[in-house]
């Protein structure tokens, strides 16, 4: 079984920048695709960006594309999520997932979830 634990959230003014952190338990991080999500109250959950480590795929989604990455450390099993140039729409809910699809064009279908952490950008 794979578990997520995702840290780093808050609140930050727009411009700002936050780091969040995924630890990945169970598995080994080379061996899968991780992936972060984002949802905001009233709104559908989005995809943000994936990748594998074993091909170098990357995905960001064009909300995101240029002012976050994806990036891991797999000594600690650990994907982070570095967001900057932050606005008060990126505010939402994210989450960790892994196993599932991460292609150039989008991600979908994650078996495993992180509880979710709250990202609040000011104006």
């Known amino acids: 079984e794979v578990h997520l634990v995702e840290s780093g959230g808050g609140l930050v003014q727009a411009g700002g920048s936050l780091r969040l952190s995924c630890v990945v338990s169970?598995?080994?991080?080379?061996?899968?695709?991780v992936g972060w999500f984002r949802q905001a109250p009233g709104k559908e959950r989005e995809g943000v960006s994936c990748f594998f480590e074993k091909d170098m795929t990357r995905y960001y989604s064009d909300s995101v594309k240029g002012r976050f990455t994806i990036s891991s450390d797999t000594s600690k099993n650990t994907a982070y999520l570095e967001m900057s140039s932050l606005k008060p729409e990126d505010s939402g809910v994210y989450y960790c997932a892994a196993f599932g699809f991460c292609g150039p064009y989008g991600m979908k279908e994650y078996d495993y979830w992180g509880q979710g952490i709250q990202v609040t950008v000011g104006s």
């Open positions: 169970g598995g080994t991080l080379n061996d899968y695709v």
